[in-house]
């Protein structure tokens, strides 16, 4: 509960640090690191006593989708962890596609295919990312426009979110390096490999 009052409290200073457009969507950059979100509830108008979900960014204005453009030729992942109240099942949809779900558990994305320390949501997310405890996505993306809608699936009869409202997650979008740059690196290792063996064997001899 601390660490979500913190992020109330710094919300105002690292907003102007998030992508959102005043088209009613967050706006997601390549190499932007962590970002923040939240789903809260209204009352639903047609079922009186119940709710509906909605996406908001983080200064609390509801948006209707994550915005994604991919230049990279490599294409990008993106990536969403749920944090602070553990026990939340999110479930991502991209345009028309079907949903994808995470629920808390293992993160079997790792190791990282990026700096999982960076963006202006790091100290959020950074952790639950690694952490069993919370829920996490991640797909790959070709190059193109995307709009991602984000659910919480944790919710009570009345449709009101089963953790408490507003629930915060974190979501990222990093460039998948071409072929021909993993193929650099990895002959780049085996320079490096290669001489460390030499100096070896003449501190051997």
Do not use: C
């Given at each position: ?82 944090g602070f109240v ?32 960076s963006g202006p ?85």
């Amino acid at each position: 509960m601390t660490k979500f009052k913190t992020l109330l409290m710094s919300a105002a200073v690292l907003a102007s640090l998030t992508s959102v457009a005043s088209a009613s969507t967050i706006v997601l950059n390549e190499g932007a690191g962590w970002q923040y979100g939240q789903i809260a509830n209204i009352p639903n108008a047609k079922k009186p006593g119940t709710f509906l979900q909605v996406l908001q960014d983080v200064s609390g204005s509801t948006v209707t989708a994550i915005s994604a453009d991919v230049d990279n030729p490599g294409g990008a992942t993106f990536s969403l962890t749920d944090g602070f109240v553990a026990g939340d099942t999110y479930s991502i949809k991209i345009g028309t596609q079907t949903s994808l779900t995470g629920k808390p558990g293992i993160n079997n994305y790792q190791p990282d295919l990026f700096n999982n320390n960076s963006g202006p949501y790091a100290s959020f997310f950074a952790a639950d990312w690694s952490s069993s405890s919370f829920a996490h996505l991640q797909v790959q993306l070709s190059m193109g426009d995307y709009t991602i809608t984000v659910k919480d699936l944790s919710t009570n009869k009345d449709g009101s979110l089963k953790f408490g409202a507003p629930a915060g997650f974190g979501f990222r979008l990093d460039a998948v390096p071409e072929p021909a740059s993993w193929a650099m690196m990895l002959v780049g290792l085996g320079g490096l490999g290669g001489a460390l063996r030499a100096r070896r064997k003449s501190v051997t001899a």
